[in-house]
């Protein structure tokens, strides 16, 4: 009988629609098929940039062009992965009891409403810097969101400081991924860039070096030419197509994150028009300095993650039943014993599931040994010292 212990994380209980790997280390979104074609497009162009183009620039110009290019790739790579792999900012959700107490605090606070009306809005208030600020209530996670948090419909979760969700990235980007998010758009907005200047230079040395051998008169050496060279410019130019797609949407979008971290907003607060509407009402968060909100978005303390995904949650007992080896007769059998009347016990004890024979009887209770001819008995240590 062999007593197994199973340690239950709590990220396999976690609500919500996401996907975890490593032991609960890398959290996603359950939809990771645009992720897949991001981590495409950037391997497959920065591959095909070293492969060729890398090569004749460092030789023709200078040996820093794929240094720096590989430094600008290895940024972009690791911001993108910190940002998909990481915990956004996910609010855990209320447990039954914190449910209930929080629902008979509304009751007691609306009273009761009558039948064929509706209830009022759930709704907290909430002082920032002399600016009252609305708590909505959250019907899925059944609490209070904080200020700036709000549910994404697609992970199905409360998120800190809620962003927007990224398809590209495969994750929500809320309060502990967003500095991440805005290096990986502005690290991948100059390895854009970069690629595709210097696929134009490539393309402008080989029309030059062409040229050349056209006016040289070099029949042979420009047949070799063209022949080697022509693979190559139909890879350049879809690098080229590539990254000039990729250049407007990916630089647009850095240039409206740079405006909202200028102004310490969200993608969610501009949309829903939340310091710009009709209302006019001040943005409590600025602090009315540009270099002031740059530095508490980007460089402010990172809070911890309050889901503590690799927590055990409970354990589970599994019991697993061992094979026995073949015993012999004289183990399967119950030894049988002459009592001091001449009756017969048996001195094999219970068995329990398995076939394991474990005796039950107490020193006390056990019989005493029968004596064979020319053995004398032992008396036992209390005898010994009672006749002392």
């Known amino acids: 009988m062999v007593a197994r212990k199973k340690v239950v994380r709590k990220w396999e209980k976690l609500p919500g ?12 979104a359950r939809q990771k098929g645009i992720f897949y074609l991001t981590l495409f497009l950037i391997l497959g162009t920065c591959a095909l940039f070293f492969a060729f183009e890398c090569r004749y620039l460092a ?25 998909s792999f990481s915990d956004p900012g996910v609010i855990p959700r209320a447990l039954p009891d914190e ?35 609305k708590l909505k209530y959250c019907y899925t996670c ?16 409360c998120v800190e400081r809620f962003d927007h969700h990224c398809p590209w990235v495969g994750n929500c980007v809320g309060k502990r991924n967003y500095r991440y998010f805005y290096l990986f758009i502005l690290s991948l907005s100059l390895l854009t860039i970069y ?3 210097f696929n134009i230079v490539y393309v402008a040395l080989k029309e030059e070096k062409l040229g050349w051998c056209a006016r040289g008169g070099d029949t042979a050496g420009l047949g070799l030419f063209l022949g080697c060279s022509q693979s190559l410019t139909l890879l350049t130019v879809l690098e080229v197509l590539i990254c000039f797609f990729t250049l407007w949407s990916v630089v647009g979008l850095t240039g409206f994150h740079t405006f909202l ?7 969610n607060e501009d949309i829903k028009g939340s310091w710009t509407g009709k209302n006019r009402v001040q943005n409590p968060y600025s602090h009315g300095n540009i270099v002031k909100n740059c530095c508490e978005v980007l460089c402010g303390p990172l809070p911890p ?4 995904r690799r927590g055990i949650l409970q354990q589970e007992e599994s019991t697993a039943q061992e094979e026995s080896c073949p015993r012999g007769p004289s183990a399967q059998e119950p030894t049988v014993a002459q009592g001091p009347g001449g009756q017969a016990e048996e001195s094999s004890a219970q068995q329990k599931d398995g076939g394991v024979p474990v005796p039950s009887l107490s020193n006390a209770e056990m019989p005493e040994k029968q004596l064979t001819s020319g ?8 005898a010994g010292q009672a006749e002392h």
Do not use: W, Y
């Not at 430094?71 to 972009?76: E, G, I, S």
């Not at 759930?122 to 600020?133: E, P, T």
């Not at 053995?375 to 209390?382: A, C, I």
């Open 17 to 28: 629609r996401n996907t975890f790997c490593c032991d609960g280390r890398i959290m996603m």
């Open 59 to 83: 030789v023709q110009l200078s040996p820093a062009i794929p240094v720096f290019a590989a430094v600008l790739f290895l940024f972009a790579m690791a911001t993108l992965l910190r940002t």
């Open 99 to 133: 449910a209930a107490f929080i629902e008979m605090e509304i009751e007691a606070t609306n009273g009761t409403v009558p039948q064929g009306q509706r209830p009022p809005p759930r709704i907290k208030n909430f002082q920032i810097n002399n600016q009252i600020v």
């Open 142 to 157: 059944k609490i209070f969101r904080p200020p700036r948090a709000s549910h994404c419909s697609i992970c199905d979760n």
């Open 195 to 197: 690629i595709f200047t």
């Open 261 to 267: 971290v200028a102004l310490n907003q969200t993608t």
């Open 305 to 308: 993650s309050v889901l503590d």
């Open 375 to 382: 053995e004398l008995p032992v008396p036992s240590q209390d």
